[in-house]
């Protein structure tokens, strides 16, 4: 039996939202789930139409519900629902109007700042004017060259209200990688920082604005927003293009938002494929999938109720930064934060999130892990009396990492590992407070959502490792890529492989106690003599050593088959010898098996990563195999590739 680390007690599962609402259909459609998920999540599964329809009455969506609840279709991404709904994603996210909270920003600079509801609505009408000045109208690009800061959440809300279109970049993209996305789209308006932070260190943006607008004639208008706490970088004049000063624009005067309705297909964001492996894809999705979606995996999945108090950490260059915004739906404040999470202390976050009284902390598992090595001994520093979820996102947790949240920050908290991707912005498989939390597993799937493991043939198996797809369409499915004829390149990414079955691309099994674990993304499984291996499996014992600070693991073409690469990062103070060679590769063998063995081990300086923290397993492959890569702009630390060129080690 998979261990079991918690359980919600039956006083929080019959407070939860997820309770509510289980009453709510047991009502409306007269049937009796008695507190069980799993028939909850096939009655939602085999009536996803009706499901979706009852979720927008249950938390009370702004806008007009139409009668109708599917307008079927044979291909799988052209079914609609809700059709014919309409709704305003900004009126959505500004649900309050009053003095309390909505958003708190800091910096790692110790800066602070909080904005009201009064304050938010006020200043997206400001925006939403000077919008309207500059002759923007729906369907219009704004592209975001900002931090996580409030002035962005406040640019996006406006953007959405008037119907045009968002699309941001974190300020650690370089010119290039913000070029060839936001030249994809053609947006009218950037908004830019003039600087931002990172682990002590201050960088100019506004030295980058020059080249941003040689490359993309499109924008006209170019908004400076300073970042917060400082003062403005001096800016230099530029022709053809007219330059405001955020400022500015909260000195035009603001009065209250109307709140034009638009279709539940409406463009509302473009976010991009990271990358690695080619241009980036624009991807475009639409207004009530993501809205409705959010909503269902914050209150049923999350429990996030009004007046909680909500943490992601993330740039706005990832998808959770979508989700985290859109958490105001709930009625619930969220905390912003800015800049290294282990600045001048390792434990920083965790001291935000008992200091600001968070009640869901979101992290990527890197960040446990991180953790867990720097501060193996945490033992419950912080009372965080107020934390009741830890989410968990952007790779698999690892048992360590389960095991680490339990010792060591919280024994009494819902930790939810979720998994899903910048293609649907939001997850496929995620927590809930129904069912107890396994070691190394993801609870469940998410409701409505149809979500399997095929073998090579297409055959749903159970307990065994296969391609992660769902097999029922879903409101968040992306509407479209950008600049996509026939829809040639989204018919690849998605629907390549199986007939008109999602595949999402994540090597994945489903476990007796219908938790799920992520082995990794498909298209970097191993295969040696031809037998398919996740490289989680591997991470999970190689991270135990403390004498390891991180690992990369790819196949490498060798011999008419493929061989094991096994690539380390060593923690100050500690050296690769023969002796730690060998103990690493007994531990792989004893717990994972001998073909997950790597024929070489190798030490390097750095581990490639992209923009949000994920290794790219994909890229080494690539350098080792002796292909170019295409699009090294995407990545965080590009120059970490150079070290896998030409390595005597793998000459043989």
């Known amino acids: 039996?998979?261990?079991?680390?918690?359980?919600?007690?039956?006083?929080?599962?019959?407070?939860?939202?997820?309770?509510?609402?289980?009453?709510?259909?047991?009502?409306?459609?007269?049937?009796?789930?008695?507190?069980?998920?799993?028939?909850?999540?096939?009655?939602?599964?085999?009536?996803?139409?009706?499901?979706?329809?009852?979720?927008?009455?249950?938390?009370?969506?702004?806008?007009?519900?139409?009668?109708?609840?599917?307008?079927?279709?044979?291909?799988?991404?052209?079914?609609?629902?809700?059709?014919?709904?309409?709704?305003?994603?900004?009126?959505?996210?500004?649900?309050?109007?009053?003095?309390?909270?909505?958003?708190?920003?800091?910096?790692?600079?110790?800066?602070?700042?909080?904005?009201?509801?009064?304050?938010?609505?006020?200043?997206?009408?400001?925006?939403?004017?000077f919008f309207k000045g500059r002759k923007i109208k729906k369907k219009d690009r704004i592209a975001a060259y900002l931090p996580n800061t409030i002035e962005t959440v406040e640019a996006f809300i406006a953007t959405t209200s008037i119907g045009a279109i968002w699309s941001s970049c974190s300020p650690d993209f370089g010119v290039k990688g913000v070029v060839e996305r936001f030249s994809q789209i053609n947006p009218k308006v950037l908004f830019i920082t003039d600087q931002y932070f990172y682990n002590g260190k201050t960088i100019n943006v506004l030295d980058r604005l020059p080249e941003i607008l040689k490359a993309i004639p499109s924008i006209k208008n170019v908004v400076i927003i300073k970042y917060p706490g400082e003062n403005y970088l001096s800016n230099k004049k530029f022709p053809k293009v007219k330059i405001f000063k955020w400022s500015e624009l909260m000195k035009i005067n603001s009065q209250n938002i109307s709140y034009p309705n638009f279709d539940f297909e409406h463009e509302l964001a473009v976010l991009y494929s990271s990358g690695t492996t080619g241009k980036p894809k624009c991807i475009c999705h639409r207004t009530g999938g993501v809205l409705i979606q959010h909503k269902k995996e914050h209150q049923l999945h999350c429990d996030i109720k009004e007046g909680d108090n909500v943490f992601y950490f993330t740039t706005c260059g990832w998808m959770m930064w979508n989700w985290l915004v859109s958490v105001l739906a709930s009625k619930a404040s969220i905390v912003l934060f800015d800049g290294s999470p282990m600045f001048k202390k390792d434990d920083l976050l965790l001291k935000i999130v008992e200091k600001e009284k968070i009640t869901l902390f979101g992290v990527s598992a890197k960040y446990i892990d991180a953790l867990r090595k720097l501060k193996p001994k945490l033992k419950y520093k912080y009372k965080l009396n107020k934390l009741k979820t830890i989410c968990s996102t952007g790779s698999p947790l690892s048992n360590d990492g389960f095991n680490y949240v339990y010792k060591n920050i919280k024994k009494n908290v819902h930790l939810s590992s979720i998994s899903g991707g910048t293609d649907i912005v939001s997850c496929f498989v995620l927590g809930n407070l129904y069912q107890p939390v396994h070691i190394g597993e993801i609870q469940n799937k998410g409701l409505a959502l149809n979500v399997d493991i095929f073998n090579e043939k297409g055959k749903s198996v159970k307990n065994n490792k296969g391609e992660l797809v769902c097999k029922n369409p879903f409101p968040s499915m992306p509407l479209k890529f950008w600049n996509d004829k026939k829809d040639k390149k989204f018919k690849d990414a998605y629907f390549n492989r199986f007939n008109n079955i999602w595949h999402h691309g994540d090597f994945a099994e489903i476990k007796k106690t219908n938790g799920l674990i992520i082995h990794g993304r498909s298209d970097t499984t191993l295969n040696p003599g031809g037998v398919r291996l996740g490289t989680a499996e591997i991470y999970t014992e190689v991270e135990r050593f403390k004498e390891v600070k991180e690992s990369i693991v790819v196949g490498q073409s060798w011999d008419n088959d493929v061989r094991i690469i096994l690539f380390i990062v060593m923690n100050t103070k500690f050296y690769l010898t023969e002796d730690l060679l060998k103990k690493i590769k007994l531990r792989i063998k004893k717990n994972a098996s001998p073909r997950h063995v790597p024929s070489k081990i190798i030490q390097v300086k750095n581990i490639p990563r992209t923009k949000s923290g994920k290794i790219v397993e994909l890229a080494v492959k690539n350098i080792l195999d002796g292909n170019n890569i295409k699009n090294k702009e995407a990545l965080a630390n590009p120059e970490a590739l150079e070290q896998f060129k030409n390595l005597k080690e793998l000459s043989n």
């Open 1 to 129: 039996m998979t261990q079991k680390l918690w359980q919600a007690s039956s006083k929080q599962k019959k407070n939860s939202i997820l309770f509510s609402f289980e009453n709510y259909i047991s009502k409306k459609f007269n049937k009796n789930f008695s507190g069980d998920y799993q028939k909850l999540l096939d009655w939602s599964i085999k009536n996803s139409p009706e499901f979706w329809s009852s979720f927008w009455d249950f938390t009370k969506i702004k806008g007009i519900k139409s009668d109708k609840k599917i307008k079927k279709s044979k291909i799988f991404y052209k079914n609609l629902f809700l059709p014919n709904s309409k709704l305003n994603f900004g009126e959505n996210l500004l649900s309050k109007n009053n003095s309390e909270k909505a958003i708190t920003f800091i910096s790692e600079n110790n800066f602070r700042e909080e904005r009201t509801w009064n304050e938010l609505n006020e200043n997206t009408s400001k925006i939403i004017n």
